[in-house]
Nanobody, 122 residues
Framework: QVHVVESGGGLVQAGGSLRLSCAAS????????MGWYRQAPGKQRELVAI???????NYADSVKGRFTLSRDNAKNTVYLQMNSLKPEDTAVYYC????????????????WGQGTQVTVSS
């Protein structure tokens, strides 16, 4: 069983900062990539940022230069530092672990966290 748990959401004023954390735990051999998606009310879920085991990152254009994603492979944990937050960043942020290898058998799996609310007031 694999669990993905997010933390660090909350309410912040525009221009402020928040740091989200996401930890994957359980029977895990390795995780190819971990990242964050977000979903605002009435909108589709969209990629925010993703990072591979090797440290390669990809960011949505809307967050480039403001958000930084980092990863601790030993802890299967990623951190999303969000600076210069804008009201349009308001959404539920979901952590995603993909390309997960488990010791119980072949194949690659993916897991989602429950989500954490980020609200940016103007």
């Amino acid at each position: 069983q694999v669990h993905v748990v997010e933390s660090g959401g909350g309410l912040v004023q525009a221009g402020g900062s928040l740091r989200l954390s996401c930890a994957a735990s359980g029977s895990i051999t390795s995780i190819n990539a971990m990242g964050w998606y977000r979903q605002a009310p009435g909108k589709q879920r969209e990629l925010v940022a993703i990072i591979t085991t090797g440290g390669d990152t990809n960011y949505a254009d809307s967050v480039k230069g403001r958000f930084t994603l980092s990863r601790d492979n030993a802890k299967n944990t990623v951190y999303l530092q969000m600076n210069s937050l804008k009201p349009e960043d308001t959404a539920v942020y979901y952590c995603h672990a993909l390309g997960v290898v488990v010791p119980t058998g072949p194949g690659l799996y993916e897991y989602w966290g429950q989500g954490t609310q980020v609200t940016v007031s103007s």
